[in-house]
């Protein structure tokens, strides 16, 4: 895996130090307002395991997002395949999750790009999806600053999220690569 730099950040793959400030944020309701449920350390390390599996394997995922400047973690920024059934996959995603002492910097704008260009210019994808559940504006709107176009006909109920749940209902974003070519 290649490590991916920004002024800012370093996208790498996840260290063994990286499993305290993880746990904490899936511990925290602000950070995890917009899933389901809070995660359990068990869940964390389970999660961190399975994501340095996917990026050993394939050389890309959800890269450990550090402050440069610091060595901070301050959370994940990445690409992914999708685990469930829907109608606009199989595809790739983009994702984030931040600590919230890290948001409002404009990191996951930043971190969001640069995967991105990975994705587009390394791995060789023709699009990028993201999706996120319809209360959750901040994701959108780093989002739209990334170029992604909402495509309002593939909104969907995430599979995964009980019936009823205010949260199951999701926005669907994309972006090709002449939409992200033309916004470089």
Known sequence: MTD??????????WRESDREPFAAMGADPAVMEHFPALMTREQSDAFVDMVRAAIDERG?????LEVRATGE????TGLNVPGFEAPFLPGVEIGWRLAKGAWGNGY?????RAALAYGF???GFDEILSFTTTTNLPSQRVMQRIGMVPDEAGDFD?????????LRRHVLYRITRPQWESTR
């Open 73 to 76: 973690f301050i959370g994940f």
């Open 158 to 166: 995430h599979p995964r999220i009980e019936p009823g749940n205010p």
């Open 60 to 64: 890309w995922g959800w890269w450990a």
């Open 4 to 13: 991916l730099t920004t002024d800012r950040l370093l996208l790498r793959n």
């Open 121 to 123: 210019e390394q791995a």
């Open 108 to 112: 996951a704008t930043e971190a969001a």
